[in-house]
């Protein structure tokens, strides 16, 4: 096909489209292109679920500007009794007040939230022996590998 009878068949505004498009890619050079995505870690409490409250700002002149209003999220390390581990976990400073209040298991149990499941560091005396007889932690369980042998059970 011509391109001018293509070009023709084309209404005005594809065509002013796919001018724009082909204008931009070829205008971005690979060096500019972002060679990752960043992404950053949910602005959540992990226990209470805490986040984000849309808000207003009202100026002067009373005019409305829409505003994101952040709940104040820290990094804790917290000292975690029933385990004697220290755990580490993103919370928000009034959940703190709760923490201290009712403690982190009964705040862990309301927000449904698995307190093995985060990084931890012992505490414990036992704990600091036996990695220092044995030179590294613990190996984990493989919780995909089979309950029992089935080759010498058929045999």
Not at 56 to 62: A, E, M
Not at 91 to 101: G, H, Y
Request: hydrophobic letters at 35%; charged letters at 25%; proline letters at 4%.
């Amino acid at each position: 096909m011509n391109s001018s009878f293509v070009a023709s068949t084309m209404n005005l505004s594809s065509r002013a489209k796919v001018g724009e498009l082909s204008n931009s890619l070829n205008s971005m050079s690979v060096a500019s292109r972002p060679a990752r995505l960043d992404v950053q870690m949910s602005r959540k409490c992990a226990l209470t679920g805490k986040k984000a409250n849309n808000g207003y700002v009202v100026t002067f002149s009373h005019a409305r500007n829409k505003v994101l209003q952040q709940p104040n999220l820290q990094l804790k390390k917290i000292f975690w009794e029933k385990e004697n581990r220290i755990v580490k976990i993103k919370v928000a400073t009034s959940t703190l007040k709760t923490i201290s209040k009712i403690g982190l298991d009964a705040v862990a149990k309301r927000g449904g939230v698995d307190l093995y499941s985060l990084p931890y560091t012992d505490v414990s005396p036992a704990r600091k022996d036996w990695l220092a007889e044995n030179n590294k932690p613990p190996k984990k369980k493989n919780k995909r590998a089979m309950k029992k042998n089935t080759t010498e059970e058929s045999a």
